[in-house]
């Protein structure tokens, strides 16, 4: 298969280049990085890169919380408009296949159970309760403390930031293109994505970076709120994987089908911080109590749909993924 990566000069799309091309397809970069003219929103651009290609799998995207609302218009522009010419392309050249980096983000807080009021979805945490070290979401009718549990990709959606909502968006956009030309579009919803070629140290890099540039620089790694917040950590070579088995998966023809992509076995942040500083020798952890604003307190999926459906499994493990990233230092 001739495969089109937008951001395939990027962390994962360039693993996704060389999975492609170890399952014998042929991968064809389209980055601005790579290209100043390979921008997602040149419509002449992308139509001169769609010819003789069977499918697209779109990671270009701004990516990250960047400065919040003050980013908005370039994070439409980038994801949004990007996808919107993207699609609009790739309806006009008859290509019927799409798989887009979908996010977690899309679900906002996620899925929680009172003991009195069964699953719940509880509104973003007060400032007030977070100065207080009160972390955990309460539940909306009667307060109690909530237990976290795994979201579907039939939970609602619930974009809390500018980046979420353009992914969103991003996913809106692929399913109307499958609608209206009979294309099928697979989304994969990633979680926290690590690996080699993680960007480090921009706005916009995860908080494994953060804590390996930290563990290279020999201080500790912070870790915010209690350390107890909980997120799915999953590898870029197991995310690549994923794009692969969804681009060779049998199409279905019209809709968009969501998939999570995580490694189904959630951490804490904590958890990740030791396991770099093991890798590195330390210096240890620390917990500082600080917080974002924006952060939600845990993000776990289930992602046995992808297991069941595309028979993927994550192959790197979360103690061997972290020690090879920890000797990576770039
Ligand atoms: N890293 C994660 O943990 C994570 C989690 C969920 C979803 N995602 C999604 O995965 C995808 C890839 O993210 P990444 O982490 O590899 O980020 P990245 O920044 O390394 O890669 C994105 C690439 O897209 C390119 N790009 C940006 N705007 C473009 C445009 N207008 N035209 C052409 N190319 C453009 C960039 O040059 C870059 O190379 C994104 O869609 C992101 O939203 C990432
Ligand atoms: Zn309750």
Redesign the pocket.
Known sequence: MRVLV??G?????SHVVEALRASGHEPLV????EDPG????NPAAVARALAGVDAVCH?????GLGNGVADAAEYVS?NDL?TAVLVAAMAEARVRRLVL?????VYGEGRYTCPRHGVVRPGPRAVADLDAGRFEPSCPHCGAELRPGLVGEDAPADPRNVYAAT?LAQEHLAAAWARGTGGSAVSLR????YGPRM?RDTP?A?VASFFRSALARGEAPRVFEDGRQRRDFVHVRDVAEANVAALESPAAPGVLIAYNTGSGQPRTVGEMAHALADAYGGPSPVVTGEYRLGDVRHITADSARLRADLGWQPQVGFAEGMREFARNTP
């Not at 390979?38 to 929103?41: S, T």
């Not at 980096?101 to 983000?105: I, L, Q, T």
């Not at 990633?190 to 994505?193: E, G, L, M, T």
């Open positions: 937008t951001g000069a990027g962390f994962i799309g389209y980055d601005v990085r390979a921008d997602v929103r990671q270009a995207a701004m990516v980038r990007g980096a979908g996010s977690m983000v992914k990633y979680h926290n994505v960007p916009y995860g």
